[in-house]
């Protein structure tokens, strides 16, 4: 047989976004593959640059268009760490239950894009469906469905309605036993498991020599997860399991995202239950000027930074949705940041396709790419 | 522990390879026949008082209170009778598409300015309405911009305020301030007594105050200035900083007030 290039991409079902999967085959069987990014590129680092502090958060919900809240709070968390700002208790946890609904957000998003990849129409629609109740939640106290925009340095941006608890509770009611329903759909159909066992194994070895991180590092049987290793927030004052499979295939990173989502229910139960008995506010008392809400143009700002505020470094790295991802923000003393770096998990992780694709026939394709959680807007940034 | 595991044996009967999710899919398509989901817009709309509440739609239980819409941010409502002209909310915008033009109202020496904002670039992010010191420029829930012509994005002083007079639910959100706000400071030896701050400021907090003139020494020669100097009142003070902006010596800055 002759071997052929073929492009899959960036215009192409399986691409969840604008990428380019070039793949190299023999017959059906795929003998080399070269992911190509960069069509997205924003340039969100060096706009950075010219930004308010504040402002940035603007583009953190479009660097990641699933998961925007995870990425303001790897901002946020680096941004106060430079300015030397501590955030009340509540704001953090607040951030928590932020995070922890978009990870439910972003793994039904994940699930009804993968399940689609392998042809099955049906949890598509269950997965959209309850992922739009949490959008309604989100715009009942952030205001925006998709980019929040709530967070603020030095706490969030407003404190949550009344009666938001108690349709939290009920949204996490609804939508515990839909995850067994999915389970129902996919597990219980040998078709499920004829499409995807032992398909795209990536051991734990090969995951730590490309970095690959997230879900797919968990479903390689290591327990590794930011929120318990190295807790940010209030982390280490919740109670929750790291998910964990052993199979390292695209069964075990199923199994291992719907165990998240019902651990992140388990989370979010307890932050509920303290946000409810502690009130309190939700922003830092001590914030400069520029970086409240009404920021003007600063006269003489050397001079009010000379004062109060020494330069620093923040770096923060987050368990995100898809993996570890990682913030550095150097403050020089001036009311923009001095430069701003980001470590996207994506970006790793489809940088290994090699790894977990070689060997694999064609139609192995879009279950096993749709395993990754591809989301190019972090990949290219 | 949260092992993951295969959680049921594997069937080979083709048969329930099939039935088995099918009957959970048709468990559902039961349900939906009765309550959909879906809402058939435009026919039907999101903000519909029967939509108050999507959970009850979904699932068919009653859901208590839901104001999900109610905190949207959509299209600006302004209310020109309170605006101050303060630039704040230009000031605030991330995407530079808030422009202050002159709206009759004001007397022709201090014009009137007002936002005028370009939908065309908005990105909702509600910095503008969190900065406002008044509480004029505000959020509503609409969100249908469609037009087809360009330049029907940009919306005038005087389109944002029929957006307020249409008495659409306005964004209750307000932010929460930090209590600490620093002041507008005077550098004295700087300051010429120009009155260029008292005369821009949009809350008209600042007066301008007789300062003794110093007795020349012999040889020294006095600097030629008005010997008078802004004082700032801190409660009526927005922050804004225009005061700062016009300040031709430099001599107004950011500071906290001891």
């Given at each position: 047989?002759?071997?052929?290039?073929?492009?899959?991409?960036?215009?192409?079902?399986?691409?969840?976004?604008?990428?380019?999967?070039?793949?190299?085959i023999?017959?059906?069987?795929?003998?080399?593959?070269?992911?190509?990014?960069?069509?997205?590129?924003?340039?969100?680092?060096?706009?950075?640059?010219?930004?308010?502090?504040?402002?940035?958060?603007?583009?953190?919900?479009?660097?990641?268009?699933?998961?925007?809240?995870?990425?303001?709070?790897?901002?946020?968390?680096?941004?106060?760490q430079?300015?030397?700002?501590?955030?009340?208790?509540?704001?953090?946890?607040?951030?928590?239950l932020?995070?922890?609904?978009?990870?439910?957000?972003?793994?039904?998003?994940?699930?009804?894009?993968?399940v689609?990849d392998?042809?099955?129409?049906?949890?598509?629609?269950?997965?959209?469906?309850?992922?739009?109740?949490?959008?309604?939640?989100?715009?009942?106290?952030?205001?925006?469905?998709?980019?929040?925009?709530?967070?603020?340095?030095?706490?969030?941006?407003?404190?949550?309605?009344?009666?938001?608890?108690d349709?939290?509770?009920?949204?996490?009611?609804?939508?515990?036993?839909?995850?067994?329903?999915?389970?129902?759909?996919?597990?219980?159909?040998?078709?499920?498991?004829?499409?995807?066992?032992?398909?795209?194994?990536?051991?734990?070895?090969?995951?730590?020599?490309?970095?690959?991180?997230?879900?797919?590092?968990?479903?390689?049987?290591?327990?590794?997860?930011?929120?318990?290793?190295?807790?940010?927030?209030?982390?280490?004052?919740?109670?929750?399991?790291?998910?964990?499979?052993?199979?390292?295939?695209?069964?075990?990173?199923?199994?291992v995202?719907?165990?998240?989502?019902?651990q992140?229910?388990?989370?979010?139960?307890?932050?509920?239950?303290?946000?409810?008995?502690?009130?309190?506010?939700?922003?830092?008392?001590e914030?400069?000027?520029?970086?409240?809400?009404?920021?003007?143009?600063?006269?003489?700002?050397?001079?009010?930074?000379?004062?109060?505020?020494?330069?620093?470094?923040?770096?923060?790295?987050?368990?995100?949705?898809?993996?570890?991802?990682?913030?550095?923000?150097?403050?020089?003393?001036?009311?923009?940041?001095?430069?701003?770096?980001?470590?996207?998990?994506?970006?790793?992780?489809?940088?290994?396709?090699?790894?977990?694709?070689?060997?694999y026939?064609?139609?192995?394709?879009?279950?096993?790419?749709?395993?990754?959680?591809?989301?190019?807007?972090?990949?290219?940034? | 522990?949260a092992?993951?595991?295969?959680?049921?044996?594997?069937?080979?009967?083709?048969?329930?390879?099939?039935?088995?999710?099918?009957?959970?899919?048709?468990?559902?398509f039961?349900k939906?026949?009765?309550?959909?989901?879906t809402?058939?817009?435009?026919?039907?709309?999101?903000?519909?008082?029967?939509?108050?509440?999507?959970?009850?739609?979904?699932?068919?239980?009653?859901?208590?209170?839901?104001?999900?819409?109610?905190?949207?941010?959509?299209?600006?409502?302004?209310?020109?009778?309170?605006?101050?002209?303060?630039?704040?909310?230009?000031f605030?915008?991330?995407?530079?598409?808030?422009?202050?033009?002159?709206?009759?109202?004001?007397?022709?020496?201090?014009?009137?300015?007002?936002?005028?904002?370009?939908?065309?670039?908005?990105?909702?992010?509600?910095?503008?309405s969190?900065?406002?010191?008044?509480?004029?420029?505000?959020?509503?829930?609409?969100?249908?911009?469609?037009?087809?012509?360009?330049?029907?994005?940009?919306?005038?002083?005087?389109?944002?305020?029929?957006?307020?007079?249409?008495?659409?639910?306005?964004?209750?959100?307000?932010?929460?301030?930090?209590?600490?706000?620093?002041?507008?400071?005077?550098?004295?030896?700087?300051?010429?007594?120009?009155?260029?701050?008292?005369?821009?400021?949009?809350?008209?907090?600042?007066?301008?105050?007789d300062?003794?003139?110093?007795?020349?020494?012999?040889?020294?020669?006095?600097?030629?200035?008005?010997?008078k100097?802004?004082?700032?009142?801190?409660?009526?003070?927005v922050?804004?900083?225009?005061?700062?902006?016009?300040?031709?010596?430099?001599?107004?800055?950011?500071?906290?007030?001891?």
């Open positions: 047989m002759s071997e052929m290039w073929i492009n899959m991409g960036p215009q192409h079902p399986m691409t969840h976004g604008l990428w380019n999967l070039r793949v190299r023999d017959g059906e069987v795929i003998l080399d593959v070269d992911p190509e990014m960069g069509y997205l590129h924003r340039g969100i680092e060096k706009i950075s640059e010219d930004r308010h502090y504040n402002e940035v958060i603007t583009l953190m919900d479009r660097t990641c268009y699933v998961a925007g809240l995870s990425w303001e709070h790897l901002y946020i968390l680096a941004s106060e430079a300015l030397h700002i501590q955030p009340p208790e509540r704001a953090q946890y607040l951030r928590v932020c995070e922890e609904f978009q990870r439910i957000a972003s793994h039904l998003m994940w699930y009804a894009a993968f689609q392998i042809g099955l129409m049906t949890p598509f629609l269950y997965g959209m469906r309850d992922r739009d109740l949490i959008l309604d939640l989100f715009q009942s106290y952030t205001g925006a469905r998709m980019t929040y925009e709530y967070m603020r340095v030095g706490g969030v941006r407003n404190d949550l309605p009344p009666g938001f608890t349709q939290a509770r009920k949204v996490l009611d609804w939508l515990g036993p839909r995850f067994d329903e999915y389970d129902r759909l996919c597990l219980g159909s040998d078709i499920f498991h004829k499409r995807c066992d032992n398909l795209g194994v990536l051991k734990a070895n090969d995951c730590v020599r490309h970095g690959v991180t997230g879900p797919m590092l968990r479903s390689a049987g290591l327990r590794r997860d930011l929120r318990k290793d190295r807790p940010y927030a209030v982390y280490d004052q919740l109670d929750f399991e790291v998910a964990r499979a052993d199979t390292a295939d695209v069964t075990g990173r199923y199994l995202r719907m165990e998240e989502m019902r992140s229910i388990r989370i979010l139960r307890q932050v509920l239950d303290w946000l409810d008995h502690h009130p309190g506010p939700v922003l830092a008392h914030l400069p000027r520029w970086l409240g809400a009404p920021y003007a143009p600063v006269g003489r700002e050397g001079y009010l930074l000379k004062r109060h505020y020494p330069k620093g470094v923040g770096f923060s790295s987050i368990e995100e949705p898809h993996g570890e991802a990682q913030a550095y923000v150097v403050n020089e003393g001036g009311e923009h940041p001095y430069r701003v770096k980001f470590r996207s998990p994506v970006f790793a992780n489809v940088s290994a396709a090699r790894q977990y694709l070689i060997g026939r064609v139609a192995d394709i879009p279950p096993i790419m749709g395993s990754v959680d591809v989301c190019v807007g972090e990949v290219d940034r | 522990m092992e993951v595991s295969e959680p049921e044996p594997r069937n080979e009967n083709p048969v329930l390879w099939v039935a088995r999710p099918m009957a959970t899919a048709a468990r559902q039961a939906s026949l009765f309550r959909p989901s809402i058939v817009y435009p026919y039907e709309r999101l903000e519909d008082p029967r939509f108050r509440d999507r959970l009850e739609v979904a699932s068919g239980k009653p859901f208590g209170v839901g104001h999900v819409w109610d905190n949207y941010r959509g299209v600006h409502a302004l209310n020109i009778a309170t605006c101050i002209s303060c630039n704040l909310c230009a605030s915008c991330p995407d530079i598409c808030i422009e202050m033009v002159t709206v009759p109202g004001g007397d022709p020496k201090h014009p009137k300015k007002c936002p005028e904002i370009d939908y065309g670039k908005c990105s909702y992010c509600g910095f503008c969190d900065a406002c010191p008044e509480g004029c420029l505000t959020m509503t829930t609409r969100y249908e911009l469609s037009t087809p012509k360009r330049s029907d994005m940009v919306y005038s002083p005087q389109k944002l305020y029929d957006v307020f007079r249409s008495k659409l639910p306005m964004n209750p959100i307000r932010l929460a301030r930090p209590e600490n706000e620093d002041a507008i400071l005077l550098d004295p030896p700087l300051c010429i007594g120009c009155n260029a701050c008292a005369r821009d400021c949009p809350t008209e907090c600042i007066t301008m105050l300062v003794p003139k110093p007795e020349a020494k012999p040889g020294e020669k006095l600097p030629k200035r008005i010997w100097e802004p004082v700032i009142n801190d409660s009526d003070c922050r804004c900083g225009t005061c700062i902006s016009v300040c031709p010596k430099e001599c107004l800055f950011w500071g906290t007030r001891k």
